[in-house]
């Protein structure tokens, strides 16, 4: 049976990834950083077992990596989910808010990644997924940080796919569109009736549509796909 971690698994796109892999037959484990009642309810309702580290710690990704090892065996498939917003205009952001972002949504990507590619290109496979978004493609006023976090795991990742190829190894992304998470409740109505405008399909997508592409992406059959961004955002694109 295959070992998947999820990175930022317990609530939202996270949440439905976890539950997703867990119906396809995997053998899976979630991150989380903070709100661990709710961690330890997620973990209760679906017997998937939750480990606290932040991913913006390199030498806490190490030891996060090697516990969920020593319980459930080598990961096979990373999706690296966690990721935060720090949301302000250019001229009003701190450096901290740009730091906060970059370590937790691109170093936390790297940190993850390098504590599994070792065992992952020992025993020849591996399937890792990096979640981007929308933003990271098309740009967001208020999201210098953000954007500049996903659209730079597109090319971490398509170099990542190109360095792993040979031993069975693939890293894709997926791009999710605006989608119905604690994340996005935060919009302000105004902007979200603006941001709906936008988008073909007239709503947002579900948690569960985003966790579909990632159990194809990371299937054994998936193995000639390598490399690319699924955008799953209901025809958004930017204009």
Same mark, same amino acid.
């Given at each position: 049976m295959? #070992?998947?971690?999820?990175t930022?698994?317990?609530?939202?796109?996270?949440?439905a990834?976890?539950?997703?892999?867990?119906?396809?037959?995997? +053998? /899976?484990? /979630?991150?989380?950083a903070?709100?661990?009642?709710?961690?330890?309810a997620?973990?209760?309702?679906? *017997?998937?077992?939750?480990?606290?580290?932040?991913?913006?710690d390199?030498?806490?990704?190490q030891?996060g990596?090697?516990?969920?090892?020593?319980e459930?065996?080598?990961?096979?498939?990373? /999706?690296n989910?966690? *990721?935060?917003?720090?949301?302000?205009?250019?001229?009003?952001?701190?450096?901290?808010?740009? +730091?906060?972002?970059?370590d937790?949504?691109?170093?936390?990507? &790297?940190?993850m990644c390098?504590?599994?590619? *070792?065992?992952?290109?020992?025993?020849?496979?591996?399937?890792?997924?990096?979640?981007?978004?929308v933003?990271?493609?098309?740009g967001q006023?208020?999201?210098?940080?953000y954007?500049?976090?996903?659209a730079g795991? #597109?090319?971490f990742t398509?170099?990542?796919?190109?360095?792993?190829?040979?031993?069975?190894?693939?890293?894709n992304?997926?791009?999710p569109?605006y989608?119905?998470?604690?994340?996005v409740?935060? #919009?302000?109505?105004?902007t979200?009736?603006?941001?709906?405008?936008?988008?073909?399909a *007239?709503r947002?997508?579900?948690?569960a549509?985003?966790?579909?592409?990632?159990?194809?992406?990371?299937?054994d059959?998936?193995? &000639?796909?390598?490399?690319?961004?699924?955008?799953?955002?209901?025809?958004?694109?930017m204009?």
């Amino acid at each position: 049976m295959r #070992v998947a971690l999820v990175t930022g698994g317990t609530s939202g796109i996270g949440a439905a990834t976890a539950e997703a892999l867990q119906a396809a037959g995997y +053998r /899976v484990a /979630v991150n989380f950083a903070n709100r661990a009642e709710a961690a330890q309810a997620f973990a209760a309702r679906t *017997g998937i077992p939750a480990f606290c580290w932040n991913v913006a710690d390199h030498a806490a990704c190490q030891t996060g990596v090697a516990h969920v090892e020593s319980e459930l065996g080598p990961i096979d498939v990373l /999706v690296n989910n966690a *990721g935060i917003t720090r949301d302000t205009m250019l001229h009003k952001m701190s450096l901290e808010q740009w +730091r906060e972002v970059l370590d937790v949504n691109l170093g936390g990507c &790297f940190s993850m990644c390098r504590a599994v590619i *070792g065992g992952m290109r020992e025993r020849r496979f591996g399937r890792i997924v990096n979640m981007g978004s929308v933003n990271g493609l098309s740009g967001q006023a208020g999201q210098v940080n953000y954007a500049a976090t996903k659209a730079g795991l #597109v090319g971490f990742t398509k170099s990542l796919a190109l360095e792993g190829a040979s031993r069975n190894i693939t890293a894709n992304v997926v791009a999710p569109g605006y989608t119905d998470t604690p994340m996005v409740e935060a #919009v302000a109505p105004e902007t979200m009736a603006r941001i709906l405008s936008d988008i073909p399909a *007239g709503r947002l997508a579900t948690p569960a549509e985003i966790a579909r592409g990632v159990v194809f992406l990371v299937a054994d059959e998936s193995a &000639f796909i390598n490399g690319i961004t699924l955008s799953i955002n209901g025809g958004k694109y930017m204009a």
